[in-house]
């Protein structure tokens, strides 16, 4: 059986806040995803898992959406 190629979106996430003063679970979740300085910019995969933690965080990034062509 083949599988259909499907063109995959991908988000584009940027910290915009310091994570200094937030939860600790905030903290970890900006560094699971990839996130390391300032104005870092990491392009995600656009799936629920992504975009639970970037709805945890919300408050300290900033999201795009980047549609793949394929």
Do not use: F, W, Y
């Not at 656009?46 to 300290?60: E, K, T």
């Amino acid at each position: 059986m083949s599988k259909k190629k499907q063109s995959k979106s991908e988000l584009i996430i940027k910290l915009t806040k310091s994570p200094i003063g937030a939860k600790p679970n905030h903290r970890a979740t900006i560094r699971g995803l990839g996130l390391r300085k300032l104005q870092s910019t990491v392009v995600r995969e656009d799936n629920p898992c992504i975009r639970g933690m970037v709805q945890s965080v919300a408050h300290l990034v900033t999201v795009e959406k980047k549609d793949a062509v394929k």
